[in-house]
């Protein structure tokens, strides 16, 4: 069920493509085209498919400049005006909950981006929920019927988002071990809901409310006085703005769970934000996410 699904989601992502190229990577080998993370679009160079153990070229094929528009286009809805917001940001979220990274001439305008002028690069992320992911460790962050603040742990591309999204799911939801919260979901980058004019494409759980596109220093003192919320959720925790908002949470009686750049807590503690995450006493435990794609493993550790 996982293949022929892994070969669905390949599918639909291929299906932005122009016809040509969308030629080219079907014909990708299946264990290929079921590992494919992303596809890669640059001007005048090969179609690229991105993998756990690297970026391959799709032989034969040669990207344009109209190849970038069109995806744009399909990914748009031909209304690229409604997706204005998100576009001038770095990227575009399609129907299905493919997110578009967008590379190329930016149009600076003080510290903020009005858009691009010149699109050079496309990278269409294929997002694949894996239900039950967050299963093996669930039972770790639940004491006495409730959640405990959780912080999770990986290098870039290793699963936290996977991770954290199917944690959020089951907290929703509700499991034998605790009940359904309220979660209110900081989707900064549109990575975890993929929000699609409202609705969010990939599965939250019933009781999430989604902050879309938001800052997190923003976002959550907003969800705090309008979303009444059991549980903050919150990806890629990063520069100090982000800690003092997650901080800030704590002291009104919500569970965190939040996801930070690292291979382990060592590497965590190396950093001034993540020290002062750990030093805060806000988080109990701390997921380590090893190796990758169907190899991953996960480690809880008890915080102080």
Known sequence: MTGNYDLRRYGEACALLPGRLRTAALLAEERVQAAAEELRLRIDRPLGLTLPEGEVSMPGTRVIRDDLE????RATEFSRYAAAETLRRGYVTARGGF?????????PEGEDSTG?????SLALRIPRVREGAA???LPELVEDGRHVSALVLSPPGGGKTTLLRDLVRLVSTGTDLAPPCRVSLVDERGELAAMHRGRPQLDVGDHTDV?????KAL???MLLRSMNPQVIALDEVAGEADVAAVLSAAGCGCALLATVHAAGLAD???RETGRAL???GVFRRAVTIRGRGRERSYQVEVLP
């Not at 691009?116 to 050079?120: A, E, L």
């Not at 902050?211 to 800052?215: F, G, Q």
């Open 219 to 221: 976002a959550v003192p």
């Open 211 to 215: 902050l879309d596109a938001c800052p």
């Open 70 to 73: 069109q995806v744009l286009d």
């Open 278 to 280: 750990l030093q805060s």
């Open 99 to 107: 997110r578009i990274g967008v590379c190329g001439t930016a149009l």
């Open 268 to 270: 965590l503690e190396r």
């Open 116 to 120: 691009f002028r010149d699109i050079s």
């Open 135 to 137: 299963l093996p460790v």
